[in-house]
């Protein structure tokens, strides 16, 4: 069965640090990227950032970068969101998601999702 399971969500003030971590199991890990997408209340769901397990190939949205780094451990199948620099507007659940690895880091399609942890930042 195959399963993602984010952890390390919650409150936090602006300017401060959380990391993300996205456990993996039910599929051969370095077949696949991993992506982080978020999404507000109100708002649709966006793309936060991608790694490709195999090659550690990563992309992110220009709302994080400088901010945010993913970074995978391919022994523990697991890939981390260390977000820094919080702000408001990064408030909402993140949810991390599986697809086969293609040539950019970010695959087209996601075919395995989390659940999502929610983070809020107070300002």
């Known amino acids: 069965e195959v399963q993602l399971v984010e952890s390390g969500g919650g409150l936090v003030q602006a300017g401060g640090s959380l990391r993300l971590s996205c456990g993996a199991s039910?599929?051969?890990?370095?077949?696949?990227?991993i992506g982080w997408f978020r999404q507000a209340p109100g708002k649709e769901r966006e793309g936060v950032s991608c790694i490709r397990s195999s090659d550690g190939g990563t992309h992110y949205a220009d709302s994080v970068k400088g901010r945010f780094t993913i970074s995978s451990d391919n022994a523990k199948n697991t890939v981390y969101l260390q977000m820094n620099s919080l702000k408001s507007e990064d408030t909402a659940v993140y949810y991390c998601?599986?697809?086969?690895?293609?040539?950019?880091?970010?695959?087209?399609?996601?075919?395995?999702w989390g659940q999502g942890t929610q983070v809020a930042v107070s300002s």
């Open positions: 039910g599929f051969t890990f370095d077949d696949y990227a």
């Open positions: 998601a599986a697809g086969r690895r293609s040539l950019l880091p970010c695959p087209a399609t996601f075919n395995y």
